[in-house]
């Protein structure tokens, strides 16, 4: 698979989708894609980032990490997308970043990505599984292949049994309470393999 290209495109407050996206990046290297770790713009006043310690001090740790673009989302083949859960829908950071995307989807030039998602939570049931669907209603309109992990693989039972994505509960210290990295792993692989399938379809 190593004509796949692999955007993983992440929003993360404190760090918990950061590290699902870093996952998900190793897995699609493991899979043989060419692999672009990215992070959407952060929009939030400089006021509330400083007033939240572990905030500011996961945007200073990822300064360097590169911000999306749309050439990004061009290149890609395939595209892992990580954000957190706000109120069963995604970080609104996530959201206008799709709002751009308007003149490649006119343009027909997201049709027939390979799109899957992750999430996080502060609980099991805080709209985990809402916001990965959310998500996917803007991957209709674009004309992507949704390729979620369904039960395709026992890992995914162990990381919570989500078919939908990838999704961590995050505990009041701030770390992930099941152990997903294995789920992450598979779902990057399975991305990057049906990717493959559909690019050599579409050259035949």
């Known amino acids: ?16 989708n950061y590290q699902l996206a870093q996952w998900a990046a190793e897995g699609g290297k493991n899979a ?12 939030a006043p400089q006021a509330a980032i400083d007033s939240n310690p572990v905030w500011k001090a996961h945007v ?7 911000v999306v673009s749309l050439a990004d989302v061009e290149w890609a083949d395939a595209i892992i997308f990580s954000v957190p859960t706000r109120f069963g829908n995604m970080a609104a950071q ?3 970043f799709f709002d751009t995307t308007g003149g490649l989807w006119f343009q027909g030039k997201l ?11 502060q609980n099991p049931h805080g709209g985990q599984e809402q916001t990965i669907l959310s998500l996917y209603t803007t991957m209709y309109h674009w004309g992507a292949i949704i390729a979620s992990p369904g039960y395709t693989d026992p890992v995914t039972f162990a990381a919570g049994g989500n078919p939908y994505g990838t999704s961590v509960t995050i505990g009041q210290d701030g770390k992930m309470i099941e152990d997903v990295k294995g789920a992450v792993m598979h779902q990057a692989k399975r991305t990057v393999t049906v990717a493959g ?3 050599s379809g579409k050259g035949s």
Request: charged share 15%.
């Open 32 to 43: 043989g894609a060419q692999v672009r770790l990215l992070k959407v713009p952060e929009h």
């Open 1 to 16: 698979m190593s004509n796949v290209n692999l955007a993983i495109i992440y929003y993360s407050a404190t760090g918990s």
């Open 111 to 121: 049709v027939d990505k390979v799109v899957s998602a992750m999430t996080s939570a």
């Open 94 to 96: 996530m959201k206008q």
């Open 60 to 66: 200073e740790a990822t300064q360097n990490v590169p």
């Open 197 to 199: 399938w559909v690019k």
